[in-house]
């Protein structure tokens, strides 16, 4: 069972390449989440998903997508990378239901943006 | 608007005494609350939670947590700190909306953990 995991661990990127961030998890968990963490500000929500096939936007959605083509797998992609985006990304997963939002995070992407 | 507040950016303590960061709270209705910590290059790890019963609970790693609903607050404790507690600490509250929770994180407390 190897939880929740993330490739790649580290990325550089010069504005304007694109990259997919990949996040995987074996608990069979519903909801799926793509943070980033930036100093001094905490982890910001940028899309989740409530189960396969769906998205929705978080707090700070602009300049990413996502998909959830298998209920496993939560992809999130960016088209045209810019400095701004310079961030350690988290992926998250939790049961659907209950009365406690408890999420399990993976490791974290490291991304630069030169 | 929800909102969290850890006050604290940094805290260091000597290995060996008592620890206190501190969690405050903006939010109309009694939340889920959470801590969770993150060591050097890993993820996030849940250490404690909240969401009714006892207002002490007791976490992992010998970690505790009290919830003042008067204060709107949600300390997090510990006697005797650790070297290998030295990590950064997040506070988190949830409230329910339509298709699920909606989590906020505070801007996180960094512990450094002295000789």
């Known amino acids: 069972n190897a939880g929740v995991t993330q490739t790649p661990k580290f990325r550089v990127l010069k504005t304007g390449q694109s990259m997919t961030l990949l996040c995987a998890q074996d608990?069979?968990?519903?909801?799926m989440y793509w943070y980033r963490q930036d100093p001094g500000m905490g982890l910001r929500l940028i899309h989740y998903s409530v189960g396969e096939g769906t998205t929705a936007k978080g707090e700070v959605p602009d300049g990413y997508n996502v998909s959830r083509l298998k209920k496993q797998n939560f992809l999130l992609g960016l088209e045209s990378a810019a400095p701004s985006q310079t961030s350690v990304y988290f992926c998250?997963?939790?049961?659907?239901?209950?009365?406690?939002?408890?999420?399990?995070f993976g490791p974290g992407t490291r991304l630069t943006v030169l | 608007a929800q909102s969290v507040t850890q006050p604290d950016i940094h805290i260091t303590v000597s290995e060996g005494a008592s620890l206190e960061l501190r969690c405050n709270y903006s939010y109309g209705a009694t939340p889920y609350l959470f801590w969770y910590v993150q060591s050097p290059g890993q993820g996030l790890q849940l250490l404690l939670k909240?969401?009714?019963?006892?207002?002490l609970v007791q976490g992992i790693k010998g970690f505790e947590a009290e919830f003042k609903r008067s204060q709107s607050s949600f300390n997090l404790r510990k006697p005797s700190v650790h070297w290998s507690d030295a990590a950064e600490y997040f506070c988190?509250?949830?409230?329910?909306?339509?298709?699920?929770?909606?989590?906020?994180f505070g801007a996180g407390t960094r512990l450094f953990v002295k000789a």
């Open positions: 998250a997963s939790r049961f659907p239901g209950g009365n406690v939002d408890e999420q399990f």
């Open positions: 608990m069979n968990h519903e909801y």
């Open positions: 988190a509250v949830a409230r329910r909306q339509t298709g699920g929770f909606k989590t906020i």
């Open positions: 909240y969401f009714s019963g006892d207002t």
